[in-house]
């Protein structure tokens, strides 16, 4: 499987961006899919995922601006991201089982 995001930009405070992973290769519908993102200076961290079966997890501060969703028919997944915050600023990847695709830039500005 390989893994392409887009969507990132910048916006401002409050705002909106909806992130999109679009998978190539056998086996996307049977993985789990993530998204996590890198804060400047800071390490990974999981920011949401899904299951096969579209069970989902969020991290606290993420719950209920976010939403994760997934079309395995189409082999895409997204990220709903509403009102943004400055912290939420980070490279964000879209993950599908151990596959890390390359990851979109979001910038959310005071």
């Known amino acids: 499987v390989q893994l392409q995001a887009s969507g990132g930009g910048l916006v401002q405070a409050g705002g909106s961006l909806r992130l999109s992973c679009a998978a190539s290769?056998?086996?996307?519908?049977?993985?789990?899919v993530g998204w996590y993102r890198r804060a400047p200076g800071k390490q990974h961290e999981p920011v949401a995922t899904?299951?096969?079966?579209?069970?989902?997890t969020y991290r606290d501060s993420v719950r209920g601006r976010f939403t994760i969703s997934r079309d395995n028919a189409r082999n895409t997944a997204s990220l709903q991201m509403n009102n943004l915050r400055p912290e939420d600023t980070g490279i964000y990847y879209c993950?599908?089982?151990?596959?890390w695709g390359q990851g979109t830039l979001v910038t959310v500005s005071s």
């Open positions: 899904i299951t096969r079966g579209g069970s989902t």
């Open positions: 290769g056998m086996g996307f519908g049977m993985r789990e």
């Open positions: 993950t599908a089982g151990e596959k």
